[in-house]
C-alpha cells in the first residue's frame, strides 16, 4: 500500500492519522469524565480518511480537500478578540500568539491541498474502466 503512494501522499495521510486519533483520544476522555455521551469528534473522521487516501478512494479524498478547506479558512474566523466567539482573555493568551499557529496551520493545510489536487494524485483517484 505505501509503495505505490508518492511520499506527499503519504505524508498528508498520515496527517489525516493523526488528527483522528486525537479526536478519538478526546473521544475516549469524554466518555471516562463525563459517562456515556454521545458528543461525536469530527475529528476521528481523520482515521477512515487516512485510509481512504492511501487506497485511492475518491470519497475520502474529497471529504479530505473539504477538511483542508476548512483548515485554511479557520484563521479568517479569528477576528478581533474572539475566537469561535471565545474571548482571548479568557484564555489568558495574546492575539499574536494565537494567531501565528493558525496561520501555521493555515500553510499546512494549503500544502496538503496542493498535494491532493496535483495532477499526479488525482489521477491516482479516477477509477480505472
Known amino acids: 500500500m505505501f509503495k505505490q503512494n508518492p511520499l506527499s ?31 461525536l469528534n469530527i475529528m476521528m473522521l481523520g482515521i477512515p480518511v487516512f485510509w481512504g487516501l492511501l487506497k485511492h478512494r475518491k470519497g475520502w479524498r474529497t471529504l479530505a480537500l473539504i477538511f483542508i ?9 479569528v ?16 492575539f499574536p500568539l494565537v494567531l501565528v499557529p493558525y496561520m501555521a496551520i493555515s500553510l499546512i493545510g494549503l500544502w496538503q491541498y496542493k498535494v491532493l489536487t496535483s495532477k499526479k494524485i488525482r489521477q491516482m483517484f479516477i477509477p480505472e474502466k
Do not use: H
Not at 69 to 77: A, D, G, H, Q, R
Open 79 to 94: 477576528l478581533g478578540d474572539k475566537i469561535f466567539g471565545m474571548k482571548i482573555q479568557l484564555l489568558r493568551i495574546s
Open 69 to 77: 478547506w476548512i483548515e485554511m479558512v479557520s484563521p479568517l474566523i
Open 9 to 39: 501522499l503519504i505524508i498528508v495521510s498520515f496527517l489525516f492519522l493523526v488528527i483522528g486519533l486525537v479526536g478519538l483520544f478526546y473521544q475516549i476522555e469524554t466518555f471516562y469524565n463525563e459517562g456515556l455521551v454521545i458528543d
